[in-house]
């Protein structure tokens, strides 16, 4: 029988640690999510680790003449994972009642008012559609409670949402003190954060952050507003370069770094850490210090740049193993990567469970592990086609992509074509951005003439690398589909180790070889198959004559309504890219109405994508002169601009449309959401192309729906539900409307928990059927001959009838 042997590497990996890691890991991730059966996972783990113990002191004591070395060895690795596994259940068990308390859960499932006093876990920006936080204090009702609670806090219907006016104004630093008043709503048991906490009045901050965090706060805003002086997509990606600071990033040059499988070079990770570490050691050794105290030096300043990056799940990771690194080397003892990586993940993951299912640590970790064990073979590899300094620079990119694409797939089913290729042309000069980049934050307070001056060279290759992502991004076929869930991740999975078996694997025989090759290309074509075939279908079943079109733009809203050849778009979106997408993919050229419900970034801030594509525009009351100048916009690209008014009314194609909200005056209606513009499309005429009627509920909250009902709304065959499917609605208006379809714009994990599932029962109790830019990507309705309504699903590719 011939031997099959993995790798060229002169030194294998120690993996005796990975198993226990591996199973605590599992533990972990299995238990957070069943709360209430976490105690007994507890305990079974702790009986379980006494058996194996007393199983491995049987073993040891007996000796060969019952059980071999390798079976001691086995019991004694069970028993470790037995132990890991108990270790961390235990933790879980131990937080699990102090961040989810009782009290907190009743108030939730009640409805209740939270006066809360919290510490921001991350800067806050006027812009921020949410931020997370830690509860720290609450009153419910009479009862006052000193807690842990950590939650992500959003403004509900109106307090407060970022606009045009407030999109750069920072707030609040990590570890303000802030008031907070609202309701709570409690996520699922396994999320990282326990609560939701939606705010009926905008935080208040009570405390600036301490001494020991706002110097932090500090570096990072004058290097933020140092970088904002370069030119281009370089200045604005400097930050996450440096220190992992994306607010300045575009949605264009972001959706570009994660097509093009750059985006992990602006989370902060060993690399970072290993450069500063090392250029405190060299620093070191030139001032003559001794081992242990450039030891002790590199860690405070590897903590005190932990504060500076944010403590991300990545740079966690990171920390814990160059800290152990260098409390070995301070003993002398020789480390391996791999036992390094398995003991930073158990330590993490005692310290909090939660981890476990954070998908940042998961790509972290594959990433780390994929570099210390397959790197090395691969480019050994490779070195057998190509010399050897090529092999190593594509081993690097090539080991951490296979070790994370599989779990990619579960976030985004689709694999970067040129990924490989971008993270090569990339990958020098990363390295040298974060440098010069964190010199510039670390010396711009003190010498900003200095600081500016690193800022320019650092601008350099990060302006390069942004130029790669945008290329990359931009040629054809950079984005091959892939089958998507947990199938798509089992099937690449599999491939990954067949392919990693053919390139390192010795001894094979040629048969062997022939086999797992001819698997390999059954699995390819029998995939390309299914997704050729669903790509066709899809296309077959594609609707041409739609009336209502659901554009998929993310967390936001744009519909299209179609009647006649006529065109109106309700709302942008976020995003001038997304919304030219859609609009190109269903071939609109001209939009004939454009009504822009309210200036929340979510419903403008793709607005320049049809700007000189307009005729007549439709907007809601303005709060500011930035308001104003979004309508200026329209207006200098030739549409004329009115305010929107009940009464206000004219004809699309077939379709007569409506005024209905705001009330003009206000009369005690706020500018935003409560003010967004409502209307309603009604058939008029013999409606040969179909006139499905349907209401647009802008972002209005339950209070102005239930004076909207007084207004004498009919029923409607479609409806765009109100504020991307949050809890603030009034069911009165939803069982009024009777709507057999409800549109719902909403981003794929959002943070806000849109749609709620409060909003979802009430349209099951309208018989309403729910469609979803999230689950279902672009949205078609389309009306049929015998009254029906035929909708079509992007995600799915079906033309379903409905009602």
């Given at each position: ?460 290759p990060s302006a390069w690398i942004a130029a790669v ?56 074509v029998g995939h390309s198959g299914v997704v050729a ?271």
């Open positions: 029988m011939t031997a099959v042997r993995l790798g060229e590497s002169r030194v294998a990996p120690d993996l005796r640690l990975a198993i226990p890691a591996t199973v605590a890991w599992a533990a972990a991730a299995c238990g957070i999510a069943v709360p209430e059966l976490l105690v007994p996972f507890t305990v079974g783990a702790w009986a379980t680790t006494v058996l194996a113990l007393g199983g491995w002191v049987l073993c040891s004591r007996t000796g060969h003449a019952v059980l071999t070395h390798r079976w001691r060895v086995i019991v004694a690795m069970l028993t470790l994972s037995c132990c890991a596994a108990a270790v961390v259940l235990s933790a879980a068990a131990t937080h699990t009642d102090t961040r989810r308390p009782s009290a907190f859960l009743e108030a939730a499932r009640a409805g209740r008012f939270v006066v809360a006093t919290a510490t921001t876990t991350q800067t806050v920006f006027a812009s921020n559609r949410s931020f997370t936080a830690t509860i720290v204090n609450t009153r419910i009702g009479a009862a006052q409670r000193v807690v842990r609670v950590p939650v992500r806090v959003f403004r509900e219907a109106g307090q407060g949402e970022p606009s045009a006016r407030n999109s750069t104004r920072s707030s609040a630093g990590i570890g303000a003190t802030i008031s907070l008043v609202g309701r709570l709503k409690a996520t699922a048991a396994e999320d990282s954060t326990a609560f939701l906490f939606f705010t009926t009045r905008p935080p208040q901050v009570v405390r600036p952050p301490p001494a020991w965090l706002n110097w932090a706060n500090q570096l990072r805003s004058s290097f933020r507003v140092t970088a904002a002086t370069l030119p281009g997509d370089g200045g604005t990606l400097l930050p996450g370069l440096a220190i992992g600071d994306t607010s300045a990033v575009s949605t264009r040059l972001d959706d570009a770094m994660k097509a093009s499988s750059l985006s992990h070079l602006t989370a902060v990770s060993g690399a970072n850490c290993a450069v500063v570490v090392g250029l405190v050691m060299v620093g070191g050794a030139f001032a003559g210090l001794r081992r242990r105290s450039r030891i002790a030096v590199s860690i405070a300043v590897l903590i005190g740049f932990v504060l500076l990056v944010t403590p991300e799940p990545s740079v966690l990771r990171a920390a814990a193993m160059a800290t152990l690194v260098l409390l070995c080397l301070s003993t002398g003892r020789p480390t391996q990567g791999v036992p390094v990586l398995s003991l930073a993940v158990l330590v993490l993951l005692v310290t909090d469970p939660w981890l476990s299912r954070e998908y940042g640590f998961v790509l972290s970790v594959l990433a780390t592990g994929g570099l210390l064990v397959l790197s090395g073979p691969l480019a050994a590899a490779l070195a057998r086609w190509l010399p050897r300094p090529i092999a190593l620079v594509i081993s690097v990119p090539l080991a951490a992509q296979l070790a994370c694409q599989p779990v990619i797939i579960l976030l985004n089913p689709t694999i970067s074509s040129y990924g490989l290729l971008a993270n090569i042309l990339a990958g020098l000069a990363a390295p040298v951005a974060t440098v010069l980049g964190l010199g510039s934050c670390l010396i711009v307070p003190w010498w900003p003439w200095l600081g500016l001056a690193l800022a320019h060279l650092a601008w350099v992502a945008t290329v990359m991004s931009g040629l054809p076929g950079n984005q091959l589909p892939w089958l998507a869930g947990i199938g798509g991740l089992l099937l690449l999975a599999a491939l990954t180790i067949l392919v990693l078996v053919l390139l390192l694997a010795t001894g094979m025989t040629p048969r062997l070889r022939r086999t797992i090759f001819g698997t390999l290309v059954v699995l390819i075939g669903g790509a066709l279908h899809t296309g077959l079943t594609r609707t041409g004559d739609w009336q209502y079109a659901l554009c998929d733009i993310g967390q936001g809203d744009a519909v299209l309504i179609q009647s006649r050849g006529k065109i109106a778009l309700i709302d942008t979106g976020p995003n001038p890219e997304r919304l030219t997408r859609c609009l190109k993919s269903l071939g609109v050229d001209r939009i004939d109405l454009l009504i822009l419900t309210h200036y929340d970034l979510d419903h403008v801030g793709g607005v320049a994508a049809v700007v000189g594509r307009v005729g007549e525009t439709i907007i809601g009351p303005a709060a500011g002169a930035d308001d104003n100048r979004i309508s200026s916009r329209v207006r200098s690209g030739g549409s004329a601009v009115h305010l929107g008014a009940p009464g206000l009314s004219g004809t699309l194609g077939e379709l007569r449309w409506r005024v209905l909200w705001p009330p003009n005056p206000l009369r005690g209606v706020a500018p935003g959401n409560p003010a967004s513009v409502i209307v309603s499309f009604a058939g008029v005429g013999p409606c040969r192309s179909g006139c499905l009627s349907a209401l647009f509920l802008g972002d209005l909250g339950e209070e102005s729906q239930r004076r909207l009902l007084t207004l004498g709304v009919t029923a409607v065959d479609v409806v765009k539900v109100a504020h991307h499917g949050s809890a603030d609605q009034s069911a009165r208006l939803y069982a009024q409307l009777q709507a057999r379809v409800g549109l719902i714009g909403v981003g794929i994990d959002n943070n806000y928990g849109h749609p709620n599932a409060k909003l979802l029962r009430i349209l099951a109790d309208s018989s309403t059927a729910v469609a979803r830019t999230d689950r279902d990507g672009l949205v078609l309705v389309t009306s049929e001959p015998n009254g029906g309504i035929r909708l079509w699903r992007e995600r799915q590719g079906l033309a379903k009838p409905s009602g």
